[in-house]
């Protein structure tokens, strides 16, 4: 297995390897990364963009690409530049383009700069370009990133900061697995330095990466001997930190390190790591050829990527560097049927009784299995056919590359279910489930990704099929539960609840579901059933909030008791499933779902918020229990409101430790009513008090929150606190004429 890969500034590649007898490291000192150019766009598809590729036949380069060639030759990032024959796409055959061997990784982006800058705008299409670092030398050498089944296991060090301690003595108060390093900077890096020599981790997880520069400066500082991380001295700086926007929301990517010889997985940024843990991560190293550092901050999209480049190249397909596929033409109407989502049943507000659960299993991945969906089956021209419902588009009766992709992991994860219910080794149960949560977000994901302009292998085209696909289905599965004596409560996407028709006499729901498995090709499966399930309206409406529900296991699936609830509950979308929630405030509404499960009476809620209330106005309540997570969206300067967030973000900057546009801050409220930085104290800080009105207002709107089903809102709630009510002229006269 390979643990790193140092890329070092002579041209020399070596990697560190994982074996059963230790680590080994092997020197590739020739390594010459490749990318290929072809000509334009319109060379593959026409000038109109025509729905398949047809470039025209050569034996050769092309004229063009042979002035590229001279212009090329010689220069100091190309070490080599041949003819070579390839695909372009899933739909045409190998032709002859150029090969460029770099002198370096870098080199490679500054050629194809280049090549852009040559002879014209869209002049050429560039191939196998900005494939990570790690995972090109593994493609490229067939150097296998993944580890053989013989291996050892893979020994792991922890250093933490708990982020309500990273001001700046943060140092102070780290944590090698849990346990304090030492009171001083001093005796923390010797702490560390000691660990790592004794324990020679292969991992390093870091709570932040920034750890790595900030343990060597202290080493220097406090001249601590021989201070390293890895296996070899000194570390690298792979990028910088940036902030960048996805669907809307502004992100923050810290910078980047490693070490000779281990992996340095960074929790600040890590996906899997957090979702699947190490042995869900190293599943998909196997799975998709990039090596743990690599995977453990990448996104579920560049995972799903990497396994698209391995089923790409074991079909001789090139890597596009920008998606450069023309969207055919469409009329207005399909525009408007196509453009939309998928579908949702308004839920029915209010607390239903006796609920089940149905869920397609894995809906949009295996829509694109069954139904042969892929971006060069979708739309193909050489059928005519009219297979996806609603859009009228053909789907190619040659196989597809996308469900070749995804039909291992659909039954990979199939199998590991099975695992999972059959065996009784509390570890292997562990070891199968991070399996199955890493597959799981790849298959989520996979169906979005189609939609994203910068997919390597993308097509709008076949993000409109699947979501045509997955409206179908979900509203014959409503026509035949309904058709079966069952009303169905609220359906989501791939979701439905349903709960007895009354006055109606309902076919097993087992058969039912087996019916509508049969006749769709994906299985409708049996999540669970509810005791009792509420669907909560609108902040400011009494219409139903689609993502806003909670109930209660029923206690055939789940044992219940008090200690037990917690995992009886299941919640969406409320104040404890968001992260800007504090703890006080995901404990309170705890207990009102606790209470409004046993009675069902807002009074008896209410009197409980009335007790967790006083114990707030009595000072009972840790300060860190308060503390609010929230993340920046844009600079300081560009926020137009003072908000708490704002006043935050500006006594970080005033005690040193800014932060950047996607970044998280936290912090406590000691004071609304105050102005600029003395409304909030960091969670860093030294914290005596808090702003107990703002507190009880938060929990007031947890607690509305769950009795909004059956009617409360805060106004009800807050004249039974009081012990006032609000009455109508007509409910009045109507006392007095009795």
């Known amino acids: 297995m390979v643990l790193t890969v140092d890329f070092h500034s002579s041209g020399d590649v070596a990697h560190w390897e994982l074996t059963d007898d230790g680590v080994t490291r092997t020197v590739h000192g020739e390594y010459t990364p490749t990318l290929f150019v072809g ?7 026409g000038r109109r963009g025509g729905p398949t590729p047809t470039p025209p036949d050569r ?24 003819c070579e024959a390839h695909r372009q796409t899933f739909r045409t055959d190998p032709r002859p383009l150029l090969r460029i061997d770099a002198a370096s990784v870098d080199a490679v982006r500054r050629i ?12 050429y299409t560039c191939y196998n370009v900005d494939l990570t670092p790690q995972f090109r030398y593994c493609l490229e050498t067939t150097t ?21 301690k990273a001001g700046p003595d943060a140092l102070s108060h780290l944590t090698i697995d849990g346990d304090a390093a030492g009171p001083t900077p001093e005796a923390t890096v010797t702490a560390v330095d000691r660990a790592v020599r004794e324990r020679d981790p292969d991992v390093i997880v870091v709570s932040t990466a920034k750890l790595v520069p900030v343990l060597f400066d202290a080493a220097d500082t406090h001249d601590v001997p021989n201070f390293e991380l890895g296996r070899a001295p000194g570390y690298t700086k792979l990028a910088e930190e940036s902030t960048y926007t996805s669907y809307g929301q502004v992100g923050h990517s810290p910078a980047r390190y490693t070490i000779p010889g281990r992996v340095v997985i960074d929790e600040s940024n890590t996906f899997f790591y957090h979702e699947a843990g190490l042995s869900g991560c190293l599943d998909l190293v196997n799975r998709a050829g990039l090596p743990l550092e690599e995977l453990s901050w990448a996104s579920i999209g560049r995972v799903l990527t990497a396994m698209q480049i391995r089923a790409a190249r074991d079909r001789d397909v090139l890597v596009p560097w920008q998606a450069w596929r ?18 949702t049943f308004a839920p029915a507000v209010g607390v239903h009784e006796n609920v089940h659960e149905l869920d397609f299993a894995s809906l949009y991945p295996n829509i694109i299995r069954t139904r042969n969906i892929s971006p060069e089956t979708v739309r193909c021209g050489c059928c005519d056919t009219n297979d996806v419902p609603g859009l009228g588009y053909s789907i190619c009766e040659a196989d597809g590359y996308l469900p070749t992709v995804l039909g291992p992991l659909i039954d990979a994860r199939s199998r590991i279910k099975d695992q999972i219910e059959e065996t009784t080794d509390d570890a292997e149960r562990d070891r199968l489930d991070s399996a199955s949560s890493a597959i799981k977000w790849i298959l989520v994901s996979c169906f979005g990704y189609q939609g994203f302009s910068n997919a390597k292998f993308g097509r709008i085209e076949c993000h409109e099929a699947i979501n045509a696909f997955a409206r179908d289905i979900l509203l014959n599965a409503k026509t035949a539960l309904e058709d079966a004596g069952w009303r169905v409560v609220h359906g989501i996407v791939d979701s439905i609840w349903v709960t007895p028709a009354k006055d109606r006499e309902q076919r097993n729901l087992e058969t039912v579901t087996a019916e509508i498995s049969t006749d769709t090709g994906i299985e409708l499966e049996y999540e669970c059933a509810f005791d009792w399930a509420a669907f909560c309206p609108m902040r400011n409406s009494e219409s139903g909030a689609l993502t806003r529900y909670f109930g209660k296991r029923r206690d055939e699936v789940l044992p219940v008791s008090e200690a037990t609830l917690g995992d009886a509950i299941k919640t969406r979308g409320i104040e404890d499933r968001q992260r800007s929630t504090p703890t006080w405030v995901e404990d309170v509404q705890a207990e009102a ?38 993340r920046m969206s844009k600079h300081i300067a560009d926020y137009t409101h003072e908000t708490l967030t704002v006043a935050a973000l500006k006594r970080a ?58 009617g409360w809102r805060e106004g009800e709630i807050r004249d039974y606190l009081t012990g006032t009510t609000d009455q109508t002229l007509t409910a009045y006269s109507e006392r007095t004429d009795s």
């Open 593 to 630: 779902l606790r209470v409004f499960d046993k009675t069902r009476s807002p009074e008896a809620v209410c009197d409980v918020l009335r007790r967790t209330l006083t114990s707030l106005r009595n000072d009972d309540v840790d300060p860190e229990r308060l503390v609010i997570d929230n």
């Open 112 to 123: 194809a700069q280049r090549v852009q800058q040559f002879n014209g705008p869209a002049e």
């Open 326 to 343: 023309p969207e055919l033409f469409k009329s207005a109407a399909t525009l408007d049927a196509a453009d939309r989502g998928g579908t």
């Open 144 to 164: 296998p990133a993944s580890p053989d089944r013989s291996v050892r296991s893979l020994r792991t060090l922890t250093l933490s900061i708990p982020p309500h």
């Open 59 to 82: 034996d050769g380069l092309s004229e063009s690409l042979t002035e590229l060639q001279a212009f090329l030759t010689g220069q100091d990032a190309v070490v080599d530049i041949q």
């Open 653 to 710: 900057t005033l005690n040193g430790t800014g932060l950047s546009p996607g970044q998280t801050i936290q912090y406590v409220v000691v004071n609304n009513n105050a102005h600029g930085t003395e409304r909030v104290r960091l969670s860093y800080e030294d914290i005596t008090r808090y702003d107990t009105d703002w507190y009880a207002n938060a929990a007031i709107r947890a607690v509305e929150s769950v009795l909004a089903p059956i």
């Open 39 to 45: 000509d334009a766009v319109r060379d593959l598809y």
